[in-house]
């Protein structure tokens, strides 16, 4: 049992480490495995940077669409995430250094998707296509005041398997996308004693697996979600090196792990 233990504490760490709030926060996206016309999915909850909310219709038997949306606690509250207050002043310590949270983040997208491709198979399945908005922004109150904010759009296809029965339903999603970013920094320069702006505009793909359970009554059930985000920046360039939201190569960085829990809500079609 104590080995046990040691190795969940061992798998937490990094997943409380990279589950900050930054630049870029992958989707808490609609996972629906809906099945007939009529059938309406929806789903709250929080995360470990963020509020969210989705809901699902299916027009058909065979068509379907999704929308989706969250807000970072640092647009509402005095926490970029559960683990960082923005009043937490910056450290050279290495694990505040993984923990600390940055950027206040808000996001929203629109899908449609074909539903119910195997209705006589166990497993449910479902593919959705569409593309999302976002925007980060952050003022950093220890060096000059200096100011970022960043726009972007996403594009993307997902696939999502799964079972559903009366109590119990569980499964995953993986997600395949790109972005399009508009970065703005105004920070501080000493050559002129002022602030300048800065700007840079650059792509990020992305592949986002994820894996959720929902447990409970028959429409009314809790949720549990666990997710990985890997995202590559093309053409990473290190005069974007100690800007805000960029490491010391000039990489994105972006969080890794997403963990949310909620209640989900499912009504049944004609």
Not at 71 to 87: A, I, M, Q
Not at 165 to 190: H, M, P, V, W
Request: glycine fraction near 10%; proline fraction near 3%; charge should be neutral.
């Amino acid at each position: 049992m104590m080995i046990m233990k040691h190795f969940f504490i061992f798998l937490a760490i990094p997943i409380v480490l990279q589950s900050c709030s930054s630049l870029y926060i992958p989707a808490t996206r609609s996972i629906p495995l809906l099945e007939k016309k009529g059938e309406f999915q929806a789903e709250a909850g929080v995360s470990t940077n963020s509020i969210y909310a989705n809901g699902s219709y299916a027009f058909t038997d065979k068509v379907a669409a999704s929308i989706n949306g969250s807000l970072s606690y640092g647009n509402f509250s005095d926490r970029y995430d559960l683990f960082t207050y923005k009043s937490d002043e910056p450290t050279s310590d290495l694990l505040w250094t993984n923990v600390s949270g940055e950027f206040s983040h808000r996001y929203g997208e629109v899908s449609v998707g074909r539903i119910n491709m195997a209705p006589t198979f166990p497993m449910k399945l479902e593919i959705f296509g569409g593309m999302g908005m976002g925007r980060a922004t952050d003022t950093d109150y220890f060096f000059d005041e200096d100011q970022y904010k960043t726009d972007y759009y996403s594009f993307f296809g997902q696939g999502n398997v799964g079972f559903k029965k009366q109590f119990f339903e569980a499964g995953g999603s993986i997600r395949l996308g790109y972005s399009y970013f508009n970065y703005t920094a105004n920070r501080y320069d000493y050559k002129s004693e002022g602030h300048v702006l800065y700007q840079k505009k650059f792509g990020v793909i992305h592949a986002e697996p994820m894996l959720f359970a929902r447990v409970g009554a028959d429409k009314l059930k809790a949720v549990f979600r666990a997710g990985i985000n890997f995202a590559l920046k093309f053409n990473p360039t290190e005069e974007l090196a100690g800007f805000r939201g960029f490491n010391d190569s000039g990489k994105l960085d972006y969080t890794m792990f997403h963990l949310s829990v909620g209640l989900s809500y499912r009504i049944g079609g004609k």
